[in-house]
């Protein structure tokens, strides 16, 4: 069983950049599709950006042309950049599998995003 742990989130100011991590204990040539995840305070956890082992991306309509998802395979982490922040984009974020229409049955702690002035 994989297991992930998310790092580099922080405080930015709107408009601002900031790349989360996602490591791997185990492999990610036996994951179909990964994906990042955030849940903001009083909301539903949602999927923000999904890449399957092909490479292939899909983005929450929310974050479409300001974050931009990736994997390594060869250092076993994914990334998700996410440039133009918006306040609206705080919220602790998480990564895990992709693979609808199931929901993963285990999530880390994640890490904070907060975009405030």
């Known amino acids: 069983q994989v297991q992930l742990v998310e790092s580099g989130g922080g405080l930015v100011q709107p408009g601002g950049s900031l790349r989360l991590s996602c490591a791997a204990s185990?492999?990610?040539?036996?994951?179909?599709?990964m994906g990042w995840y955030r849940q903001a305070p009083g909301k539903q956890r949602e999927l923000v950006a999904s890449i399957t082992s092909g490479g292939r991306t899909n983005y929450a309509d929310s974050v479409k042309g300001r974050f931009t998802i990736s994997r390594d395979n060869a250092k076993n982490t994914m990334y998700l950049q996410m440039n133009s922040l918006k306040p609206e984009d705080t919220a602790v974020y998480y990564c895990?599998?992709?693979?609808?229409?199931?929901?993963?049955?285990?999530w880390g702690q994640g890490t904070q995003v907060t975009v405030s002035s």
């Open positions: 895990n599998t992709y693979r609808p229409p199931y929901s993963p049955d285990y």
């Open positions: 185990g492999s990610f040539f036996s994951i179909y599709a």
